[in-house]
């Protein structure tokens, strides 16, 4: 699905977005505009085998929110750490302008799902 601008904003076809129902790591933060971003994980032998986002914020917070799981779904969850807000921003993914606080909302809630995986390690 795409806004008038052609900015593609991710719909329930979106296959990152949802909920894992037994998480090895998960996290949920709220951003200063109020939205809130959930990040579940399935972790084995440190690598990220499975990742969804789910939030009830705006298009541009459900695009950061595809693009940070598509990034880190695969990754070692120390690498998956070098996921930045400007990297989303760069890449067309977020829009800068009206959401930089959206991609940092989305790389702060996987910081957040990859520290409760090592703490309980």
Do not use: W
């Not at 037994?22 to 440190?46: F, I, K, Q």
């Not at 940092?104 to 309980?120: F, H, M, N, P, Q």
Request: with cysteine; aromatic share 4%; hydrophobic share 35%.
């Amino acid at each position: 699905m795409s806004d008038r601008n052609g900015f593609v904003i991710p719909g329930a076809e979106d296959p990152y977005f949802g909920r894992i129902n037994d998480p090895t790591a998960a996290a949920t933060l709220s951003g200063p505009c109020g939205d809130t971003m959930e990040v579940t994980l399935v972790v084995r032998d440190d690598v990220i085998e499975a990742v969804k986002y789910h939030t009830d914020g705006c298009g541009n917070t459900r695009s950061c929110g595809h693009a940070i799981a598509r990034r880190a779904l695969g990754r070692s969850v120390t690498d998956a750490l070098s996921i930045s807000a400007g990297e989303l921003i760069r890449s067309g993914e977020c829009r800068p302008a009206e959401g930089r606080h959206c991609a940092i909302l989305a790389v702060s809630t996987l910081y957040r799902a990859i520290a409760d995986y090592l703490l309980a390690q």
